[in-house]
């Protein structure tokens, strides 16, 4: 029995990238059985963009989604997962390109291992132009069976390229998708839905990622402050759903090691950008706090010269 899969998009003022995003799934070697474009009530000319592509391919099931009002970038995602009634679901950002092999090889690896709720891959590194930047050698497929929470986190740091991932929809709906008001929510996702079924990784790059200029704006607010704190406590909490307790403080060690880091690029950004020092210091010092021994790495060295201005 065919199965069936889904595109989604989540957009709001996407009207730079929106045409190429659809035509990437348009593209693929398979053809899909529905787009879904989840817009968050878009005040460029996103929508309109969309019509005129969907007037050009009415061959194609695409299905214009426009919310009634802005409901933020989290629930915008959980609509597209909610609209989608297919067998498979993959959500690609609106700045990202689907390989055009992409679908073939995510549905042949779901026909040979039909337990897994998950399957994502590599990425090429595209600029805003969609020249390549990077690109990535192909390397061996990751496979974590359920459960295997430390492993997963020691080898991905609990990322996945999001856009790269199909969703077994008959499978991952029993886990609860995503969190709302949530910094990184997927990170917080992929061990929750490890703890009761498989997922993997391919080997090879599944999309066209795009870095570009004014894709991140870091906020130098206590609220903001709060919430990156509030969320790296949830990520470290994610290790006590290791059955070990050996395996527990493994995994909370590398959690809390991939925190610091974070923490204090964060610093830096803010003080290289925001100019504020106060802020960008209680970023550095929760860092230290999760890891004391970064303060010794070329990492933190290399991070202070470039909050200064010293190092390019």
Not at 202 to 231: A, C, P, V, W
Request: proline share 3%; charged share 25%.
């Amino acid at each position: 029995m065919k199965k069936t899969v889904t595109v989604s998009i989540p957009v709001y003022n996407g009207e730079r990238f929106i045409l190429e995003a659809l035509q990437s799934v348009v593209d693929q070697t398979l053809k899909v059985d529905q787009i879904i474009i989840c817009d968050n009530l878009s005040s460029d000319n996103t929508i309109e963009l969309v019509n005129q592509f969907v007037n050009k391919h009415k061959d194609w099931n695409i299905k214009l989604n426009i919310n009634k009002e802005n409901i933020g970038f989290q629930n915008n995602f959980i609509k597209c997962y909610d609209l989608a009634k297919t067998d498979y679901l993959v959500i690609l950002h609106v700045d990202d390109l689907l390989k055009p092999y992409t679908i073939e090889r995510q549905l042949e690896f779901f026909k040979e291992h039909p337990e897994f709720a998950a399957v994502g891959g590599n990425v090429d590194t595209i600029n805003s132009k969609g020249n390549l930047v990077v690109k990535n050698d192909i390397s061996k497929n990751l496979l974590f069976r359920k459960g295997e929470i430390y492993e997963f986190i020691s080898a991905t740091a609990s990322y996945i390229p999001f856009s790269t991932v199909m969703y077994n929809l008959n499978l991952s709906r029993d886990v609860a998708y995503l969190t709302e008001d949530s910094v990184g929510p997927e990170e917080l996702y992929w061990p929750l839905l490890l703890q009761k079924h498989p997922i993997a990784l391919l080997g090879e790059s599944l999309i066209d990622n795009r870095s570009y200029g004014g894709q991140m704006h870091i906020s130098n607010s206590s609220t903001m402050f709060d919430k990156y704190i509030k969320h790296y406590s949830d990520k470290i909490n994610k290790s006590d759903l290791e059955r070990s307790p050996d395996r527990v403080l493994k995994t909370k060690k590398i959690i809390e090691q991939q925190v610091s880091r974070m923490s204090i690029k964060i610093g830096q950004e803010i003080f290289l950008h925001n100019k504020d020092f106060k802020m960008a210091l209680k970023y550095y010092i929760y860092g230290i706090k999760m890891n004391e021994s970064v303060i010794f790495t070329k990492f933190f060295l290399k991070s202070l010269l470039k909050a200064t201005g010293l190092y390019k």
